[in-house]
């Protein structure tokens, strides 16, 4: 037969079942938070390596945008730099070729090596065109030049070719008085022209020879790797 329990032992088994639980609510929470504190390091764990990962990113974009920006800043500068030598050397250049346009006119003064080049100039023509009768237009303060080269140049030409030549002088076609001079040799019934004065020797020569006056003057081109 059980007996009813008093008032003090009501009182005891509330406390006990109490703090039971308690004691499971305080472990509980305890578990609760030490799973949500794992949670919140996971989260925090990934969102630094979020960030970390966006900032090294970012990082590595700016780095290749300013090392970019740099290569081109370089590259502008060296072509700006490579340009004022070429304009610098390219003004040497025509000074010098003007230089020797200017002492063109001076080579004529001397009348018998000006006659040789006439001569030669002449023969140049004629073997070029191989015909037999051909003009020659030069200056008319030339001519009296002229007509003693002509008669050299017959006697070569027939020496080298065996055979005669008619040469005329084309008093109505006279080469410019401004021009330095030198000959022009026609044939072909007036349709060829071979313009031997010495204006246009100069601008051959400016063509021909200026890849080799540059080498004289500044040295071989480095960067260049094929040559004619």
Same mark, same amino acid.
């Given at each position: 037969?059980?007996?009813?329990?008093?008032?003090?032992?009501?009182?005891?088994?509330?406390?006990?079942?109490?703090?039971?639980?308690?004691?499971?609510?305080?472990?509980?929470?305890?578990?609760?938070?030490?799973?949500?504190?794992?949670?919140?390091?996971?989260?925090?764990?990934?969102?630094?390596?979020?960030?970390?990962?966006?900032?090294?990113?970012?990082?590595?974009?700016?780095?290749?945008?300013?090392?970019?920006?740099?290569?081109?800043?370089?590259?502008?500068?060296?072509?700006?730099?490579?340009?004022?030598?070429?304009?610098?050397?390219?003004?040497?250049?025509?000074?010098?070729?003007?230089?020797?346009?200017?002492?063109?006119?001076?080579?004529?003064?001397?009348?018998?090596?000006?006659?040789?080049?006439?001569?030669? $100039?002449? @023969?140049?023509?004629?073997? &070029? =065109?191989?015909?037999?009768? #051909? +003009?020659?237009? %030069?200056?008319?303060?030339?001519?009296?030049?002229?007509?003693?080269?002509?008669?050299?140049?017959?006697?070569?030409?027939?020496?080298?070719?065996?055979?005669?030549?008619?040469?005329?002088?084309?008093?109505?076609?006279?080469?410019?008085?401004?021009?330095?001079?030198?000959?022009?040799?026609?044939?072909?019934?007036?349709?060829?022209?071979?313009?031997?004065?010495?204006?246009?020797? $100069?601008? @051959?020569?400016?063509?021909? &020879? =200026?890849?080799?006056?540059? #080498? +004289?003057?500044? %040295?071989?081109?480095?960067?260049?790797?094929?040559?004619?």
């Amino acid at each position: 037969m059980s007996h009813a329990m008093s008032d003090d032992q009501v009182a005891g088994e509330l406390k006990k079942m109490t703090a039971f639980i308690r004691q499971e609510a305080l472990e509980k929470a305890k578990e609760i938070q030490i799973k949500a504190d794992e949670e919140f390091a996971i989260e925090k764990s990934k969102l630094v390596r979020q960030e970390t990962s966006t900032i090294d990113s970012q990082f590595e974009k700016k780095f290749k945008q300013a090392s970019m920006s740099q290569q081109i800043t370089r590259s502008t500068l060296s072509n700006k730099t490579r340009l004022k030598v070429l304009s610098a050397r390219q003004e040497l250049l025509d000074e010098l070729f003007e230089k020797a346009s200017g002492k063109l006119a001076g080579y004529t003064t001397d009348k018998g090596k000006y006659q040789v080049t006439c001569k030669n $100039l002449i @023969l140049e023509g004629l073997y &070029a =065109l191989n015909e037999d009768k #051909v +003009a020659i237009r %030069g200056r008319k303060q030339d001519y009296h030049v002229i007509e003693r080269s002509i008669e050299d140049a017959k006697k070569e030409y027939k020496n080298t070719m065996k055979r005669d030549i008619i040469i005329d002088i084309d008093e109505r076609n006279p080469q410019p008085d401004g021009s330095s001079g030198g000959v022009s040799i026609v044939g072909g019934n007036g349709k060829i022209d071979i313009n031997n004065t010495l204006d246009e020797r $100069l601008k @051959l020569l400016e063509s021909d &020879a =200026l890849p080799m006056v540059r #080498v +004289a003057l500044f %040295g071989q081109n480095e960067n260049r790797k094929f040559y004619d």
